[in-house]
């Protein structure tokens, strides 16, 4: 079975092509992070994840965690070591600010780190990276003594943080909730309730785990103006952080999944005795609206997961493919054997991957860019161009990537044949793992609605306007040697263009009704303006004289782009119709039409 290769050549291309790094650097927030060191950092993480997570996800496939008759719960053999060589090595702080104990690198390149940790154990990584969403909502909402007395834990991975959103009854609808808060006399509250689907509830790997909590006081307004968010720690820590008494919530059983299986995915229980002791975070009423700001981060952290997944998935295909003698190819003597590399339906299948992978790269890349200038900006106009950017960019990482994960895992699968299908070969595995990241954090079906419903209609569709001018912008700028890219390219973007205005026209069911197939038209659109002007980089380091293996890679760029271009492009154009025609037949079907 293959292990994890790092794409680190790419992901520095991509840095400092897409994202400019290196303007990035210049910004205050920044200053201890040396563009010169990009190098240094991506590779010493690649061997790190690579060597110390990848070996361990099979492992976790076939030895889950599992929840012991006390309610603790062990983690598959290796994490816990895994873990503290994380913790030890600082990389979970690597993206953080120094001002909360963190080492100062922009979201983007921290995004390039993720993807190698989500890549080489997606089950694994799915601890500390609900960690670092913890992070995010105390460092942004939390009172001074909260966050003197968390962040420090948290930001070194000591402790680990959850996100208790889901009920039985409330989901998608987290409005829903009925978890309830009740103050005490001592200025907390004690929580009773359930929740359900949290991952890494419970586990081994750390002292402590910080569990947020949304919930509801006695006198709460009904819905989402009524919810609060808690700190719900493990243990009870005092003012030093000196772990005191066992907390009243206590993980009751863990599900039996599809895949992650590494991942405890809890059922917790708070308030089996006198109520779980929780600190609210901020004012009351006010947990949704935290949640959303964190949210940006969150999502595109999971269609990251979508583009990390589908490269290991790729890589080791390829690797069969190249391995695998089947068939011949025309020319050749009798008896001579091809591997079924050179065949050109597998091709097709690989690059459709490849395609796919580097342009979902280039979007989430680009979404973390527009992330860091949103927050760290010195200009206020130029922060909230960015911040608008963002929040458009958001729901096309989070939805496009693990849409496609699902798909280029599938085909990674496929090109193992019957192989892939048994479970030795580890093709499976990717498929089944990547399976959730259509549905947390807000499913797919969920992020085409906020597209539609709260970013397209945005100064009247206007930052999508903008988005799709600079998408012709490029394509008018091109240089004859990529001519084969304009017209897919601004047939691609008028498409897009006549598609938003037609939802901006037809608000309510008839735009709901389209909203998926738009999100993947739009995405593909911004992809393949990316990875265009990816080629672009590509073609003018060429010119600048590269040489050898550097060259060939930039070659392939060149490749992928038109291969995008031209047959990827189109099929996701061919969405059009499905984007208007839904005010004919889905926005007036009736349940009774289905039976
Ligand atoms: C492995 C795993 C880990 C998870 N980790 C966590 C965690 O750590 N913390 C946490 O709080 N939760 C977690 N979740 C829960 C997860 O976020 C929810 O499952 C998800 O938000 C969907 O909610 P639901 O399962 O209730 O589905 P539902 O809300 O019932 O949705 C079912 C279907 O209906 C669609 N739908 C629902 N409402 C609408 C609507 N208004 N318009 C159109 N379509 C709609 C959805 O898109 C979906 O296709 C996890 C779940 C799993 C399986």
Known sequence: MSTYRPPLQDMQFVLEHICDVRSLAKLEAFQSFDPDSLEDILTEAGRFFSEVFAPLNRIGDSTPSIRNDDGTVTTPPGFRDAYEAYVEAGWGSAAFGPEVGGGGLPWAVGLALQEMMTASNLALSLCPLLTQGGIHLLALHSSAAQRAKYLPKLVAGDWTATMLLTEPHAGSDLGALSTRAERADDGSYRLFGQKIFITWGEHDMADNTIHLVLARTPDAPAGSRGISCFIVPKYLPDASGSLGERNDITCVSIEHKLGIHASPTCVMSLGERDGAVGYVVGEENMGMVYMFTMMNNARLGVGLEGVGVADRAYQ?????????????????????????????????????????????????????????????????????????????????????????????????????????????????????????????????????????????????????????????STAEALHDDLSALRAPLTEAAAAARSCSDWLLAHPGDAALAGAAPYLRLLASVVGAWLLVRSAEAARAEIIAGATGAEADALEAKIVTAEFFCRQLLPQAMSLAPAVTGGAGILATLSPAQLR
């Open 316 to 472: 080791q295909a390829l690797d069969h493919a190249c391995e695998r003698l089947q068939g011949r190819r025309p020319g050749t003597a009798a008896g001579a054997r091809a591997p079924i590399v050179e065949h050109p339906d597998v091709q097709r299948m690989l690059l459709t991957q490849k395609a796919y992978i580097e342009a979902m790269r280039c979007l989430c890349y680009f979404n973390a860019t527009a992330l860091d200038l949103a927050q760290h900006h010195p200009d206020e106009t130029e922060r909230r161009a960015a911040q608008e950017l963002c929040d458009l960019l958001t729901p096309l990482s989070k939805a496009w990537c693990t849409d496609l994960a699902n798909e280029t895992t599938s085909l990674a699968l496929q090109v193992h044949g019957g192989m892939g299908y048994v479970e030795e070969t580890g093709a499976a595995q990717y498929c089944r793992d990547v399976r959730i990241a259509a549905i947390y954090e807000g499913t797919n079906g969920i992020q085409a609605i906020d597209l539609v419903g709260r970013k397209l209609p945005v100064r009247g569709g206007a930052i999508v306007h903008e988005l799709l001018d600079s998408v012709e």
